[in-house]
Structures are given as C-alpha cells and as structure tokens.
C-alpha cells in the first residue's frame, strides 16, 4: 500500500491551458495525475498515447474531448477511457482525473498537428 498526499504531487505545466499533478506511488502497472484544463489542450492539433490505455473521470467542470476527429461534451462524474495510439484534444474547464495502465511515463506522449 502506498498513499500520495494532494501536497505530495508533482505539478508539471504542460501548458498554460494544462497543468498536472502526478501522484506518483511507484507502480509500473497503473498511475494517476489530477490534469486542471482551463482552455484548449494541447494548443493546436492532438495528443497520443503510445503506449497505454486512460481511464479518464471528470471531476469538475465541462468542456469537449475529441477523440479521432469525434467530439464528445464531457459534464461533471462523466467517464471515458481512451485506447493507446487515439488522437485526443480537449477543452473547456475541466478537474480530470486520469488513471493509466500500464503506467503513464513521458516517453509514450507525442503530440502531433
């Protein structure tokens, strides 16, 4: 067992729209991060996963994913999973919390126009 405190997550800016905050237990197998969007991300075009699937919870706010060049409206306690190698944008302003599995690392992000 391994608890993650809020005070003990890592903030990253992936950009001014984006900012995560990694609760990092260190299990290879799964992670999460709580992402705060609050306009378009990424800023232009989409992101990939390579590498694992996003089980993706919205824990405040509203806003769209697209997923594959599909818009979906995203509420409050709504749920969505999202396959590795999917193209995906959002916006709005959204508390999402993303759990990965296997576990989420840098090197499997591409983002592509």
């Not at 075009?45 to 919870?57: C, D, M």
């Amino acid at each position: 067992m391994k608890l993650v405190r809020a005070a003990e997550s890592k903030r990253y800016e992936n950009a001014p729209t984006c900012t995560a905050f990694e609760y990092e237990t260190g299990n290879r197998d799964i992670n999460v991060a709580r992402i705060e969007v609050t306009g378009r991300y990424p800023l232009v075009g989409s992101a990939i996963n390579t590498a694992v699937t996003e089980l993706v919870y919205v824990a405040a706010g509203s806003g769209e994913v697209v997923v594959g060049g599909v818009s979906y409206a995203l509420a409050t306690r709504d749920v969505m999973s999202i396959e590795k190698g999917e193209r995906v944008s959002w916006e709005g302003t959204m508390t999402l919390v993303i759990a990965c599995a296997p576990a989420w690392t840098p090197e499997q992000y591409l983002q592509v126009e």
